[in-house]
């Protein structure tokens, strides 16, 4: 099978032909529809998070948000049928743990990243192993290419904005980036009947959130004070902020947008720039009683009714996405995220 893979941190994707997967006896293996190209595939290729679970092995096929058809299936599997169409989330579980257990799968104490601790989808086709508990079906409605962000950066703004984040109607929302995962934020928390802010430095991508439902943008660009904007914007400041870029400024831009009792909701993960350490303004955290929450991608078990919004036409992942491109591109295309080049989401759809 043809895959691209991360064999030297920061040098060009090496386009590769490998043995075909068989699957484990749990597992199944899929044939690859839709591929997205996340940050995190960015994170990983920069070879960042040593501060956090390691740099990635290498060599490494990353791809993490994936659509794919069900082409072979282990003895013990039972309820993934061969022809089926399945996206999978990307921290795969192992269903058994405490954390499985009470409904917190994407907490899994034996947690295995797709395309990070394990090879992934920018491949013809990919291993997926406790396939009965990692296994999404895709509902007909929805293209493969609109589904494949649903394995990461569509499902972990849905987890953020109505788990996490617990977002009510009638709430001021605040979303800090508008690449794909604060697009997708932006979509879902106008849905939920919030009134959104988004906040970015790209006049382009304002504009996308816009179309997203976001009520007002800030150009930070040529803002001098973020929080102030948010702040007069939202009559007092928003009940929940979500940062979606993990960066110094968007950390403290989001903590200081919130008006008393809010809820910032951290979605981004940091670069080597800040090594996972920001400096919070703690005494505001204080005064004003915020909270700060982490939210990290989207619990197996709230799938289904993530997947009914996205069936019924409440959810739309597909307006993100904004490019197609073969399986030669993916690389080129995670060298362009160096300076926030692209927008919306990205999707390999041919191998
Ligand atoms: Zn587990
Ligand atoms: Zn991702």
Known sequence: MKVAQLVEYGSPLALRELADPAPEPDGVVLAVLASGICRSDWHAWHGDWGWLAGQIPLPRTLGHEIVGEVVAAGPEVRSVAVGSRVTVPFHLACGACAHCRSGHAN????????????????????????????????????????????????????????????????????????????????????????????????????????????????????????????????????????????????????????????????????????????????DVLTTRELSVIGSHGNPHSSYPQLLSLVDSGKLAPQDIVRQTVPLARAGQVLAEMSDFGTSGITVIDRF
């Open 107 to 282: 907490l899994c104490d034996h947690m295995q990243a797709l395309g990070m601790s394990r090879d992934g989808g920018y491949a013809e086709f990919v291993d997926i192993p406790n396939a009965d508990f990692n296994c999404v079906p895709v509902p007909e409605s929805v293209s493969s290419v609109a589904a494949s962000a649903i394995g990461c950066r569509f499902m972990t703004a849905f987890h953020a904005i109505s788990g996490q984040g617990r977002v009510r109607p009638g709430e001021w929302v605040a979303v800090h980036g508008a690449g794909g995962v604060g697009l997708s934020a932006v979509q879902i928390a106008a849905a939920a009947g919030a009134s959104v802010i988004a906040i970015d430095l790209d006049p382009g991508k304002l504009a996308l959130a816009e179309k997203q439902g976001a009520s007002y943008t800030v150009d930070a660009s040529e803002t001098a004070d973020v929080p102030a904007a948010v702040q007069e914007l939202s009559d007092g400041g928003a009940h929940v902020s979500i940062d979606a870029v993990g960066s110094r400024t968007t950390v403290v831009n989001s903590v200081l947008s919130l008006r008393k009792g809010g809820r910032h909701v951290q979605i981004g993960l940091t670069s080597s720039e800040d090594a996972g350490q920001i400096a919070l303004p703690i």
